[in-house]
C-alpha cells in the first residue's frame, strides 16, 4: 500500500513538473492577463472618484511586467544551469556526504527537480500572485496630490511586491534548471524578505502623520509577511540541506 501511495505521488509530480516546463510560456500569458484585470479593477472601483497618479499607473505595470521579465531573463541565463561550476566553498555542512561528478549525478534516480521539490517549485511560483493581491487590496490607487506618509507606504510597498515577486521567479527558474546556487540563492531571497518587512515599517513611520488605524492595519500586514518567510524557511531548509535529492541534483553530492 505505501509503496503504491509513494509511485503515485512520484508519477503525480513528475507529470506536474513536466507541466510547468512545457506550460511556462502559457502560465505567464495567464498572468500579464489576470493581472491586468484586476489592476484595472482596482482603480475602477476606488472607494472614490480620483486623478490617479501617474505613480500608481507605474507600479501596477511594474507589478504586472516584473515576474515576466525576470523569469525569461533567468530563463537565458540559467540555460545551461546544471553544467554551470559548483561553489568553491560549501555552507552546508550538515551530514556526511561523498562527492560525485556530473555525469554520475545526472545519471542518479534521484537528480532533477522532481518528487517534493515540485512542492516547493509551485510554492516560489504562488507567491508572486499571492503577494500581488495583497499588494492591490491594502495599496489604494494614489490620487494626484498625496500625503508624506501614503507616498512613503506606496513607495515601499511597490518595491517590496516587484522586487521579491521578480526574485522568487529568478529563484524558481534557477531550481527548474538545476543551478547549483540555487539553495543558497533561495536563503538569501529569504532573508532579504525579512529585512524588508523591516524597511518598510521604518521608512513609513518615519515619514510622519501616519494614521493609527493604517498603522495597526500596516502592523499586522508586515507581521504576516514575517511570520510567513518564517514558517517557509523552517519547512523547507531542512529539506534543503538534508534531501538526498537536492544534494545529488544541486550539490552533486550523495550520503557517505
Known sequence: M???LSNSTRARSAALLVAINGGLGRILIYWIVIAGLAAAARISFAPHPITVANG??????????SP???TLLALRWFADGDRLEQ??????QIGSWQKVTSREAKRHPLYGAGGIMVSLLVGMMLNVPVRAAEY??????LPSVTPSWLSALHFAMTLDVVLFGSLYMIAFVAALRRVPLFPRL????WLGDLAMQLFTAHLVTSAGG??????????SLLEGNVKKV???????LPYLLLSTRVNITYRHRLPA
Open 2 to 4: 505505501f509503496e503504491q
Open 56 to 65: 500608481t499607473l507605474v507600479s501596477y505595470a511594474l507589478l504586472i511586467l
Open 68 to 70: 515576466v521579465a525576470s
Open 87 to 92: 561553489p568553491l566553498t560549501r555552507l552546508a
Open 136 to 141: 492591490l487590496a491594502a495599496m489604494p490607487p
Open 186 to 189: 533561495l536563503l538569501a531571497i
Open 210 to 219: 501616519l494614521p493609527t488605524g493604517v498603522a495597526s492595519a500596516l502592523h
Open 230 to 236: 518564517l514558517i517557509s524557511m523552517a519547512l523547507w
